[in-house]
DNA sequence: ATAGGGTTAG
């Protein structure tokens, strides 16, 4: 309407349609503004240029950010630190499975020969990504490095460089570290607590976990959902499934909600132990609450009911899961044609088989051993060793 | 005229 009416937009203009469409969601028509504006030489605001490049770098269109970027500077505008804090932050994220932490050092590193002052944010930002790869000799060179440039750490900082030795297994140094952040007068918070809890948790020191869980609310320190999934995890993982269930049942007493990480591992643990009447209790409860359960939770049930001889429900969930287009996990199929084949139904063994093929994996050895075996009424170990005797011989 | 950054489980 604007521009029918002859009025033209200017940079304020893009500027708020650039931040409005970030914040709903939509970059790619953010991006589409910018680049119909850019074309009268109307350059936004560098805020609303870096919203739109913060939304690509979060959703890892890297390739999107470095065009906006090069856009960006060839319109004579200049990227600020929180442009680039947002670049390094995302592609730190990714917890080791797509981190491009090499590429955010580059640019953090780039940043300080370029002249930015880097701040304690760019800092903990850094230290936290090299921390998460497991680079902790770096993460500390970085601290000591910044506070040589006089800036010192804060409990986000401290957060960061605890959380690194927690999962790198120096369980000690976490502590030392802890006591020295509250030495310097920063406060436990949910966050600090949940990370030392975790590292316990996964050292297996389950009683100074169980320990640290009770003294919270003595401290003052509210438990929230992470806190609570972080011990159900635990002691699911230690064979402690009744105090994990227990413990399940005190949170819904609280008004945390569960979330779906709290039934993971509970339902695992359930498969696991046989107990498939109460993880199907849990499937419900977690349904009806409008959550979805995880892939892996969904082989970990046909794995159960296999555990327990029920071929029959576990084929029913195999269905379930090839109709919501769900991958199951090749020994999940393997398990389930074992199942059938043991209780003799040969030709559901094969039913499965075909659908196996139709997601196009490869039967294992046991398997194929263990089919070839039911429909011939032979040890097909023995007729292959007797074809690999003869292939010896002939050759 | 308006407005931007970092933490914990999975």
Same mark, same amino acid.
């Given at each position: ?7 033209? *937009? #200017? ?15 939509? *970059? ?7 680049? #119909? ?6 350059? /936004? ?6 919203? +739109? ?25 200049? /990227? ?8 390094? =932050? ?18 953090? =590193? ?38 040589? =440039?006089?800036?010192? *750490?804060?409990? $986000? ?36 607590? =949940? ?10 020191? +389950?009683?100074?976990? %169980? ?5 919270? *609310? ?15 995890? &635990? ?22 909600? /569960?979330?779906?990480?709290? $039934? ?63 991958? /199951? ?6 398990? !389930?044609?074992? &199942? ?29 051993? +263990?089919?070839?075996?039911? !429909?011939?009424?032979? #040890? ?6 007797? !074809?690999?005797? %003869? ?5």
């Amino acid at each position: 309407m604007m521009i029918e009416s002859g009025t033209a *937009p #200017d940079a304020s203009t893009a500027g708020y349609l650039i931040r409005a469409l970030c914040r709903d969601g939509e *970059p790619t028509v953010a991006y589409h503004v910018l680049r #119909d504006v850019s074309r009268k030489r109307i350059i /936004p605001d560098v805020v609303s240029i870096t919203q +739109l490049i913060s939304a690509f770098s979060k959703c890892g269109n890297f390739g999107r950010v470095s065009e906006i970027l090069h856009l960006m500077i060839a319109s004579g505008s200049q /990227p600020d630190l929180f442009t680039y804090q947002e670049i390094i =932050n995302a592609l730190c994220d990714g917890a080791g499975r797509t981190a491009m932490v090499d590429e955010a050092f580059r640019i953090f =590193n780039d940043l300080k020969l370029k002249g930015y002052a880097c701040d304690v944010v760019t800092y903990t930002t850094m230290i936290d990504g090299l921390c998460k790869s497991g680079r902790m000799e770096e993460a500390l060179l970085l601290w000591s490095e910044m506070v040589a =440039n006089g800036i010192q *750490p804060n409990n $986000y900082t401290y957060n960061a460089i605890i959380n690194g030795y927690c999962k790198s297994g120096n369980i000690d140094h976490a502590r030392k570290l802890y006591d020295e952040m509250l030495s310097k007068g920063f406060k436990e918070s949910t966050v600090s607590s =949940n990370i030392m809890l975790a590292g316990l948790c996964l050292h297996g020191r +389950l009683a100074d976990a %169980i320990n640290l869980f009770a003294e919270m *609310p003595n401290k003052g320190i509210h438990r929230d959902v992470i806190t609570y999934n972080t011990l159900i995890q &635990c002691l699911c993982k230690e064979g402690k499934t009744s105090d994990a269930i227990e413990l399940y049942s005190s949170m819904l007493a609280t008004s945390i909600r /569960p979330s779906i990480s709290t $039934y993971t591992p509970l339902i695992m643990v359930l498969c696991e132990e046989g107990r498939m009447t109460d993880a199907m209790e849990l499937i419900k409860i977690l349904e009806a609450q409008g959550l979805e359960p995880l892939v892996c939770t969904n082989d970990f049930i046909i794995s159960g009911f296999c555990r327990v001889g029920n071929a029959e429900k576990g084929m029913a969930w195999l269905s379930r899961m090839l109709q919501s287009n769900l991958k /199951p996990r090749a020994e999940t199929m393997d398990r !389930l044609v074992e &199942c059938l084949c043991s209780l003799g139904q040969v030709d559901c063994a094969l039913q499965v088989v075909k659908k196996m093929f139709d997601i196009s994996y490869i039967l294992g050895s046991s398997v194929c051993h +263990l089919l070839i075996s039911k !429909l011939c009424g032979v #040890d097909s170990y023995q007729v292959c060793e007797l !074809l690999n005797e %003869i292939v010896l011989v002939e050759s």
